[in-house]
Every structure is written in C-alpha cells, then in structure tokens.
C-alpha cells in the first residue's frame, strides 16, 4: 500500500487562495487504508477549510466525492460531471492520483492535499512502516524476506556496516536489517546462503533508470 | 426565542450539542429529570449508541452548523459497555479539539466527560459548567462571521 500523510493546513490554504469553489476528492485505494485520503479525511478536510475560510472572511464553497481510485480512468472520469463551476480540484490521494487527475481533466486546476510517503504495510491501527523500495528486482529470496535495499539506511546488499551496534541502525533508532536478516536466516538453518557474494545490482531498473513503464501485451484489449 | 439566538453577543445563549452515550450520559439526565435537577436549556443532548460512535466529522459539523459549545459524554473509562469506545471518543475529542484550535473556533469549546448512569447530579453539573464555558468564551465565532457578512450583505457590501 501507499503510504501517505496530510499535508498542513497552512500549505493547503495557500495552494487555494484565490479559489471558491473546490471538488475535494477522496480515495477509496491506499490512503483510505492508511487512514489519510478516505471519505471520512475528504469530510474532515472539507468541513476543515470551509470553518476556516468562514472566519478569513473569504467563503469557501466545496463538493465532496470519493472514488474507488483515483489511478484508474474509469473512476476518474465519474468525475466529469461534477466540474461545472469548480474552481480548482484538491485530491486526497497519493501522487499517482493527483497527476492522473491533472491528465484527464487538463482544463482544471488539480492540487495536492497529502504527502505521499513510501511503499508500507499497517503495523498497527496508527502506525505504519516502510517495507519495499520499488527497486524493480527483488533480492527477497537471497534475504530471508527482509529487504535490504529500503530497510537498511545504505542498501547494503552484503551485510551490515560499521554502524550496526547491538542490532540497532546507527541512522535511525530502527532494527538493523541485516540483523534482521542474520536472526531470520539463522532460525531457518539457511545461513550459508549469506556467505554469496551478491554482485552490482542493476539499479537501471529502479528509479536511476528514469520513469518506469509497463507493457504486457497477452492483456491489452485494443490493439 | 429573540434570547436564544446565536451570534448576537448582546443578547447571546448559548446552544451546546451534548452527545450523550445512551449506556451512562442518557441515562444520567434521566435520573436528573427525576430527581428535579435544574440544567440550563441551553444543552441539547443527542443520544447515541456509545460515545465511541462519535465521529470528528459530526463533531466539526456540529459547529459549523451553528453550535456554540459540543460535549460528548460517556461511561467512565474501563467502564464502556463496548469496552474501548469511550477511550476512542476522547481520542477523537482531542484530535477534533486540535483542529478546531487551528481553524480559529477555539478546542475550548468542545469537551469529553465521563460518567454513569447513576451520576444524575453530575450529569446537571456538567451541563452547568460547560454552558459557564460557553457564556464566558461568548458565541461561535462562525456565527459571529456569518451574522457580519450578512448584515454586510444588506448593506449592499459586495462582501
């Protein structure tokens, strides 16, 4: 899932001065789960700048529409309808759907109302971590299933630093992930497959080759 | 009912939504009732299921609509029928009150209690405090707001 946080409301406010009328669009994917994007935050949110706006002595009228996702065109356009007299679209979802917004409908002014933060699971109610760096070619099966490209502070892939001190990361007051992946490897009997060497990852494959791209003919229907 | 109304602070009484847990709160102001207790009329109650339905949506909405002052009262803590809902309500209250501090409406105005059903002259005192709040901290601030712009509005202001 993608994690995201709302952004203050100091920043929305000025990303919507000069505006009356906003469509505040919710997210029914990731930031629904992650507690940030849903309905219930879009009607928060909404009530939020509308209160505020009241007492700058500058109205703000808002519609309020959650999708199921933002990152599909066939929710999206369920959006078409609801743009006559809107002055600008403030979407709740991760970065992905703010843009996906601003591409379908290029006529309108699209701004975000969250910070997307990272690839994560639910650790608990509230509390939510980091677990994949899109790397685009997964070490997992040489690990243990603990990822050393996003949860070690360097992406070591062939054991920890120097800064591993009683399995802590000197970075951050976290687990060292190859402490993690030491202890995991140990209890299943499978440490002799440590000591291979991993070689230079191709790390074209990941963010440094640019915006990534995926086709897979065999489930395209046009074309 | 020229007294009653919101936004005129020369002649301002409050109106406070209570939302009132029907397991402890509702059946508190029952017990005043039977007792004769005197409350002010200024408190609305609203009965719900469990504090812990209260949602910071209806909470904002209640102030937006018009309320001078919001309480939500519930069982005493470990002492909710569904066991944690009371708990998730003052977490609630507290993130609500947090944001109602930054929109400008003032977290003062909104409040969590806690009580049992056999608290029925806890249940007048705690109406009577919040109303002294509410007098003390005067009208909602929306309503005052809105009451300027519409008396702008007559006056052919564009604003």
Known sequence: MIVAEAKTLEEILESLQGMSKVLVVGCGGCVSVCLAGGEKETGILASTL?????????????????LTRQCDPEYVQQLAKKLEGIDCILSLACGVGVQFLAEQFPQTWVVPALNTLFAGATME?????ERCGLCGECVLAR????CPVIRCAKSLLNGPCGGSQNGKCEVKPNECAWQLIYNRMSELGRVELLLEVA????WSKSRDGGPRKMVREDVKIDG | MEKR??????SFYPKIIAF???????????????????YPPAVRMIEQPCSGKVDIRLLLQAFEDGADGVYVAGCMEGDCHFLKGNIRAKKRV???KKILDKVGVGGERLEMFNLSGSMGPRFAEIANEMTERILRLGPNPLNTAR???ATKGEEGDPK
Not at chain 2, 26 to 36: H, Q, W
């Open chain 1, 199 to 202: 070689g230079a990852k191709d």
């Open chain 2, 20 to 38: 009132c847990c029907y397991y402890c709160a509702y059946s508190a102001a029952d017990l005043a009732g039977s007792l004769r207790l005197q």
């Open chain 1, 50 to 66: 509308r209160m505020k706006r009241e007492l700058m002595g500058d109205p703000l009228e808002t519609v309020e529409e959650t």
């Open chain 1, 125 to 129: 109610h509230g509390l939510w971590e």
């Open chain 1, 143 to 146: 690990t243990g299933g603990v």
């Open chain 2, 94 to 96: 507290n993130a609500a």
């Open chain 2, 147 to 149: 009451a300027e712009r």
């Open chain 2, 5 to 10: 109304e919101s936004g005129k602070t020369e």
